[in-house]
């Protein structure tokens, strides 16, 4: 595996830490400030996810494994 997709994984790894901590919020009984913070960051989080799973495929499409 290149340095540049261990790079990528480790950075996915680290921001679904992340969103799942948000998610923990959002599933604990209903704090409007909490819950209304936790959502906002859910969602820029799953968007960078989403992001880092693109560069992920975007690698594998330039360094296929053998």
């Known amino acids: 595996m290149n340095e540049?997709?261990?790079?990528?994984?480790?950075?996915?790894?680290?921001?679904?830490?992340?969103?799942?901590?948000h998610a923990k919020v959002l599933a604990a009984p209903f704090d409007r400030d909490k819950a209304e913070r936790a959502r906002n960051k859910f969602i820029e989080i799953q968007a960078l996810v989403d992001a880092l799973d693109r560069a992920i495929g975007g690698e594998d499409?330039?360094?296929?494994a053998n």
């Open 4 to 21: 540049r997709l261990e790079m990528l994984k480790k950075a996915r790894e680290r921001m679904i830490e992340e969103r799942d901590m």
């Open 61 to 64: 499409t330039i360094h296929p």
